[in-house]
T-cell receptor
Framework: DTGVSQNPRHKITKRGQNVTFRCDPI?????LYWYRQTLGQGPEFLTY????????KSRLLSDRFSAERPKGSFSTLEIQRTEQGDSAMYLC?????????????FGEGSRLTVL | DQQVKQNSPSLSVQEGRISILNCDYT??????FLWYKKYPAEGPTFLIS?????DKNEDGRFTVFLNKSAKHLSLHIVPSQPGDSAVYFC???????????FGQGTILTVHP
């Protein structure tokens, strides 16, 4: 399977703990995105990488959130000192220059539950 | 501030009939518009898109219509099939990359 891969698929943690999610994009895609989806809502943009450079961050991404994409390949999203409001599905997507703008390939998501 | 709105949480249609899903947006800076489909336990998958210079785009059974003056987008599925049952999200963007603003989604159920 050469689609976008996300791990872990599910994470249950206690409030105050740190969690990290990993995303492996489609190998030839240089653009990578993180979105967050809560129940009954559509995905919300969090951040965008072009290769290893983080070019945009949403104001939704508080100081407790950090995303990296070393070497322009996989990406990690870390949430420090988790809060119950962080419970959501975290979606990673990738795309490539040359594809129709906005045509993103999403992974299956990492569901976070903060107790 | 909900810049993209899907006012119908759900839609139920009979197999073979037309499904019409609607979406409204407020941001005049959006210049491309998309529909994504999502099955349970899967990520959203791209379905069809349209740029602001067009008012219609067709791909097989799927047609997207754009009314810029009304800031309204619609997706027509003809004929509808049970396998089309899913959550449909409209999305809009105004950047050169994939920063999208999504609607809340509409659950489509196609009955055999």
């Amino acid at each position: 399977d050469t689609g976008v891969s996300q791990n872990p698929r599910h994470k249950i943690t206690k409030r105050g703990q740190n969690v990290t999610f990993r995303c492996d994009p489609i190998s030839e895609h240089n653009r990578l995105y993180w979105y967050r989806q809560t129940l009954g809502q559509g995905p919300e943009f969090l951040t965008y990488f072009q290769n290893e450079a983080q070019l945009e961050k949403s104001r939704l991404l508080s100081d407790r959130f950090s995303a990296e994409r070393p070497k322009g390949s996989f990406s990690t999203l870390e949430i420090q000192r988790t809060e119950q409001g962080d419970s959501a599905m975290y979606l990673c997507a990738s795309s490539a220059r040359g594809l129709p703008t906005g045509e993103l390939f999403f992974g299956e998501g990492s569901r976070l539950t903060v107790l | 501030d909900q810049q993209v709105k899907q006012n119908s949480p759900s839609l139920s249609v009979q197999e073979g009939r037309i499904s019409i899903l609607n979406c409204d947006y407020t941001n005049s800076m959006f210049d491309y518009f998309l529909w994504y489909k999502k099955y349970p336990a899967e990520g959203p998958t791209f379905l069809i898109s349209i740029s602001s210079i067009k008012d219609k785009n067709e791909d097989g059974r799927f047609t997207v219509f754009l009314n810029k003056s009304a800031k309204h987008l619609s997706l027509h599925i003809v004929p509808s099939q049970p396998g089309d049952s899913a959550v449909y999200f409209c999305a809009s963007g105004g950047t050169s990359y994939g920063k999208l603003t999504f609607g809340q989604g509409t659950i489509l159920t196609v009955h055999p």
